[in-house]
C-alpha cells in the first residue's frame, strides 16, 4: 500500500502530464470531520480536457501504485469530475465550475499547497 503523500504526488504528476492548471493540495489532516486526508483541486480549460486529465490521474496512480478509485462522479458532464481516493479526493474543475464551488475557501482551514502549471 502507498503512503498517501507518495500518492498526491502521483496524482499531481498525472494532472501536470495533462496541463491541467492551478492546482491545489489542501492537507485536510488536522481538520476534524474532514472526508478525506488531501483534496486535490485542478482545472482544465475544456471538457475534453478536464476528461484527459481524470483519465491520466487514473493512469498514473495506477501505473505508480496499483491504486484505483473508490468512486468516480462527474465523467460524461465533465464540469466536475471528483474521484475518491480514500485518503486522497481529486476534484478536476472547468475554471467557472471551480469558482463557483471554491473549495479552497470551503476548506480555509487547511494547509493549501500550491503546484507550479507546466507549460
Given at each position: 500500500?502507498?503512503?498517501?503523500?507518495?500518492?498526491?504526488?502521483?496524482?499531481?504528476?498525472?494532472?501536470?502530464?495533462?496541463?491541467?492548471?492551478?492546482?491545489?493540495?489542501?492537507?485536510?489532516?488536522?481538520?476534524?470531520?474532514?472526508?478525506?486526508?488531501?483534496?486535490?483541486?485542478?482545472?482544465?480549460?475544456?471538457?475534453?480536457?478536464?476528461?484527459?486529465?481524470a483519465?491520466?490521474?487514473?493512469?498514473?496512480?495506477?501505473?505508480?501504485?496499483g491504486?484505483?478509485?473508490?468512486?468516480?462522479?462527474?465523467?460524461?458532464?465533465?464540469?466536475?469530475?471528483?474521484?475518491?481516493?480514500?485518503?486522497?479526493?481529486?476534484?478536476?474543475?472547468?475554471?467557472?465550475?471551480?469558482a463557483?464551488?471554491?473549495?479552497?475557501?470551503?476548506?480555509?482551514?487547511?494547509?493549501?499547497?500550491?503546484?507550479?502549471?507546466?507549460?
Amino acid at each position: 500500500m502507498i503512503k498517501t503523500n507518495e500518492l498526491v504526488k502521483t496524482i499531481t504528476r498525472g494532472i501536470q502530464e495533462k496541463k491541467g492548471s492551478g492546482i491545489v493540495i489542501a492537507d485536510l489532516g488536522n481538520i476534524d470531520g474532514a472526508i478525506a486526508r488531501y483534496f486535490v483541486i485542478c482545472q482544465g480549460n475544456s471538457p475534453s480536457q478536464v476528461e484527459a486529465i481524470a483519465e491520466s490521474v487514473g493512469d498514473f496512480a495506477w501505473k505508480d501504485s496499483g491504486e484505483k478509485p473508490t468512486h468516480v462522479v462527474g465523467l460524461g458532464t465533465d464540469q466536475w469530475v471528483a474521484m475518491d481516493y480514500s485518503d486522497v479526493m481529486v476534484h478536476i474543475f472547468l475554471p467557472e465550475t471551480r469558482a463557483f464551488y471554491d473549495l479552497e475557501n470551503l476548506w480555509q482551514d487547511a494547509k493549501l499547497t500550491r503546484s507550479p502549471d507546466i507549460d
